[in-house]
């Protein structure tokens, strides 16, 4: 069967070539859809390459330079894992934890917020991140461009190309993580915090469901950590998944949040 291969040169031509989304599929770093086509998940009849469309870059808040407004973050959904660890947390610590440098070299920030659910085992620890940012997602699709809130972007991810994220520097923000012992690693579940310059706190939490979920009971308890990280539960369903049960995910989440949480108020 033959494919048609697509690779725009920059980011108005990734915007065309997409289209309204249908039969076209995207590639970014490939560490996620490259497996799927060497399993023969699937079979595309239209790729999209992201690679050379000039997406990848991080955006400061630095007002003379004139590029941005001077108070949010952006970054292209085509920037390598490696170039947010960088970043404060959670979003930089997020980053960092993800597999090994080897895959954070070639694994993007838009890959990883559009990762589908696998039965497996989670793949989108950077949604956590950005739903404790609050972050701004900017995407393309059947009714154009629009930018929207990522907990309103994560369900229908699948039919949008992502085009960047944005998001006011937090105060303070921290990031937790159970890890496994092996440099290949998915993380099974984690926690990421971020307090806005008003005092506002926001959890995010990933490995907890299909995608990203905000941890809504847990952030009006922020003030006492042990009752936010046993409120933690009521915000989620936990479910079994290759690497971990759900039983051992809802022992460890009330310790996650109370760790993100404790830190912030550590590091304000
Ligand atoms: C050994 C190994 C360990 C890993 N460990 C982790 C881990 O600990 N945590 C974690 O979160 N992930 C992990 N991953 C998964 C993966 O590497 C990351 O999620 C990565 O960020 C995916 O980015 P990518 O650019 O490679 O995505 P791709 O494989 O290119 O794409 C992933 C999905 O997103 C879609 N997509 C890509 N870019 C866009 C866009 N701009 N707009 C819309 N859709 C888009 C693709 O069509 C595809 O459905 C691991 C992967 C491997 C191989």
């Known amino acids: ?23 076209i599929t995207v590639i970014a770093g490939g560490t996620i859809v490259m497996q799927l086509l060497n399993y023969q998940r699937f079979e595309p009849s239209k790729v999209l390459l992201l690679a050379h469309a000039g997406m990848s870059y991080i955006n400061m808040p630095v007002k003379e330079q004139g590029q941005n407004d001077g108070s949010t973050v952006t970054v292209g959904a085509t920037t390598p894992l490696a170039d947010l660890t960088v970043l404060a947390s959670p979003l930089g610590a997020c980053a960092a934890n993800v597999a090994d440098d080897e895959i954070r070299g070639q694994a993007t920030l838009g890959g990883n917020l559009c990762s589908p659910a696998p039965p497996e085992h989670p793949s989108g620890d950077l949604q956590g991140a950005l739903i404790a940012l609050d972050a701004m997602v900017r995407s393309t699709g059947a009714d154009g461009e629009k930018s929207e809130q990522i907990e309103d972007f994560l369900p229908h991810r699948s039919d949008r190309l992502a085009l ?15 890890r496994r012992p092996h440099a290949h690693h998915y993380t099974p579940l984690a926690v990421s915090g971020a307090t806005s310059a008003d005092g506002t706190v926001r959890l995010g939490v990933t490995g907890a469901g299909d995608f990203g979920i905000r941890l809504n009971a847990a952030e009006a308890a922020a003030d006492d950590p042990e009752a936010a990280g046993e ?6 369903t936990m479910a079994d998944d290759a690497i971990i049960s759900g039983w051992y995910r809802e022992q460890l989440l009330p310790t996650l949040v109370k760790r993100v949480l404790n830190e912030m108020k550590d590091g304000s």
């Open 164 to 178: 960047d994220v944005s998001f006011e520097p937090p105060a303070s923000g921290a990031f937790a993580a159970f």
């Open 1 to 23: 069967m033959s494919v048609d291969v697509v690779i725009p040169e920059s980011e108005s031509e990734a915007v065309e070539a997409y289209g309204d989304g249908s039969d």
């Open 231 to 236: 409120a933690s539960l009521t915000d989620v």
